[in-house]
């Protein structure tokens, strides 16, 4: 047994059976005695093996390797799962991410069922996304199945999925926000009063949320179950359950409709030949760079991350608009696209460090950085919308990526005029020249490009010095 021990990881503490730790920047889960008998379960009658190659769950290999804890008579397996290139979570999620997420986790439970086991825990974080799909990622959330219990992980269910999917859906989509500040799921008696009344008359909203919510108020603080809870649940009402939660999801909609920025390239500031150009001097940089990893900082429905994704680079494209978001993950859905990953993202108030001490889940910084970040039509918005210094935006690029494609958009450009119109104009030292000199502090400007027919100069830079970055510690469970 290699006899150099790992750092275990300060976001995965909650399960007593196991935990996830690192060592020489690979990452492991430990399995506990005590869960010993569900794990053999697991890999034995198969289960495992179905969800793997179904492409459900995150494969695994069982390793020899000395555990981290200083309990280490307490470890049974150690296993190194495969990795996942960028973890996200529920917050940073379209409407049909976090659908797929819901599905995904209700077709394992009853997938589980058919091999004598359950899920016991039905977090959202336990789904992330690999190669444009959705893929279950914790081994150690199954257990074995005893008939006449009830599903132990349905409230947890309601709390992480239905709830969120039914407010984006019934109610606004940006209410997935607030799983930024409830990291247990959103409660069932906030979501039953942020619902439209008209909710209570749909059998699914109004027994798995208006109903669970009272009966969740009417308990709290009791010794005793609720005698439904008492009664017992035999195996054709819980997959009835999870027949009913799974068409409730099902029948959520939310459709982006026309948005500003969905036709921004269409309808704004490039001509065809501009953007056809456009495209060119962003794949020529990229060829000099070859990076294993981008960021696309502001990726609209993601035409540019797709110039990285056609060059093998593993892309993260961001952008503020659910609707963008939403139509950028169709696409890849679509498509098949393996190498993008849409998410939600305000630059203005990215992701923060959440969960116990700030560590559970990771701020956005930490999670870099990346090869190199894409920032295309985005200084402008920025500076001019945001009030951001270019030297402020110069330093936040430079944490978030080793090098730079940036494109400057000049204040004669029809969209910063559209910014001015209805405020006075500020910034006087918003100009090329003074672009220039606040990145070079942070960046060495390698190469410089104007755009024809629209006055805007892409340029490729590389960081200078070293920068913060993350260490791996946060993750998803």
């Known amino acids: 047994m290699h006899e150099v021990r790992g750092t275990r ?18 990452l492991y889960r430990q399995v506990n005695n005590s869960y010993r008998s569900d794990y053999d379960l697991l890999i034995e009658s198969g289960l495992y093996g179905r969800l793997v190659d179904d492409g459900w769950l995150i494969a695994h290999e069982e390793v020899e390797l000395a555990s981290p804890d200083s ?35 209700l077709a394992i439970q009853k997938r589980a069922i058919e091999y004598g086991m359950t899920l016991k825990d039905c977090t959202a974080y336990n789904v992330q996304f690999r190669n444009g799909r959705v893929i279950f990622i ?61 909710s209570k008359l749909w059998p699914s909203l109004a027994i798995h949320i208006h109903l669970h919510a009272k009966m969740q108020t009417a308990y709290a603080g009791t010794a005793a179950p609720p005698r439904s809870v008492k ?20 029948r959520f909609r939310w459709e982006p409709g026309k948005t500003e920025w969905a036709s921004y390239y269409r309808e704004h500031s490039y001509t065809d030949s501009a953007l056809v150009r456009k495209e060119e001097v962003v794949a020529d940089y990229l060829d000099r760079l070859r990076p294993a990893t981008a960021w696309d900082l ?32 169709r696409e890849v859905v679509q498509r098949g696209d393996a190498r993008i990953l849409p998410l939600l993202l305000d630059l203005l108030n990215p992701s923060p460090g959440t969960g116990w001490q700030n560590h559970e889940r990771a701020s956005l910084l930490s999670r870099g950085p990346v090869d190199v970040v894409l920032a295309l039509a985005l200084v402008h ?3 001019i ?8 935006i110069a330093e936040f690029l430079h944490r978030l990526g ?14 910063v005029a559209r910014l001015l119109a209805s405020r006075e104009d500020i910034f006087p030292d918003y100009h090329q020249a003074e672009f220039e000199r606040c990145f070079r502090q942070y960046f060495a400007i390698e190469a410089s490009d104007p755009i024809p027919d629209s006055g805007r100069v892409m340029y490729l830079m590389r960081g200078r010095g070293d920068r913060p970055g993350g260490d791996g510690s946060s993750i998803p469970f």
């Open 385 to 392: 919308a945001n009030n951001i210094p270019l030297v402020g």
């Open 71 to 105: 309990d280490s008579e307490a470890s049974y397996k150690v296993l190194r799962p495969e990795p996942i290139p960028f973890i996200s979570y529920p917050y940073e999620w379209s409407f049909s991410q976090f659908k797929d997420a819901a599905l995904l986790t």
């Open 298 to 329: 502001g990726a609209n429905t993601g035409r540019f991350s797709r110039v990285a994704a056609a060059r093998g680079i593993t892309t993260v494209s961001f952008d503020v608009d659910p609707g963008c978001v939403e139509l950028n993950y």
């Open 381 to 383: 918005h920025l500076a």
């Open 402 to 415: 080793r090098s730079l494609i940036i494109e400057f958009v000049p204040k004669g450009d029809p969209q």
């Open 231 to 250: 009664r017992r649940f035999g195996r054709g009402a819980l997959l009835g359950l999870v027949d009913h939660l799974e068409s409730a999801i099902r």
């Open 9 to 26: 990881s300060t976001a995965s503490f909650r399960d007593p059976n196991g935990f996830v730790f690192q060592q020489d920047g690979v």
């Open 138 to 198: 914790d081994t150690l959330s199954f257990e074995t199945y005893r008939e006449g219990n009830p599903w132990v992980a349905y409230r947890q269910f309601c709390q992480h999925f239905l709830a969120p999917l039914a407010l984006m859906s019934r109610t606004d989509v940006r209410l997935n926000q607030l799983l930024r500040t409830n990291i247990d799921g959103i409660p069932l008696d906030l979501a039953s009063r942020l619902l439209p009344a008209r």
